[in-house]
């Protein structure tokens, strides 16, 4: 078994709720039920509720404006300032982010 699994395989798949997706992304549930009636989303069924492959609600949330503005606005994305490092001497060192050292 290798050490490292691709982004991609099955067993790194993330799987979002209706109503966790709506909180995350900032959007009613309708509006997620929406996009799956249009089969704009992959998602499983899974003891009768939609799991929404996390991956294409990523895709469908950037190719909307409005969606956007409600990721950034109402979603997960209000949050992103408060993360930020302002403290520079916890910040990392520029250099070690764009050339990391091979182990």
Known sequence: M???????????????SVSEASRFFGVDQKTIRR???????????????????????LKWSQQKTTIKNKLANRGIGQYVDAWKIKNKLYS??????NNPKKE
Do not use: D, M
């Open 2 to 16: 290798p050490l490292s699994t691709p982004a991609n395989s099955p067993n790194n798949i993330i799987r979002l």
């Open 35 to 57: 996009a799956i009636a249009s089969q704009e989303l992959r998602y499983v069924v899974v003891r009768s509720r939609y799991k929404i492959h996390f991956e294409s609600l």
């Open 92 to 97: 990392p060192n520029p250099a070690s982010i």
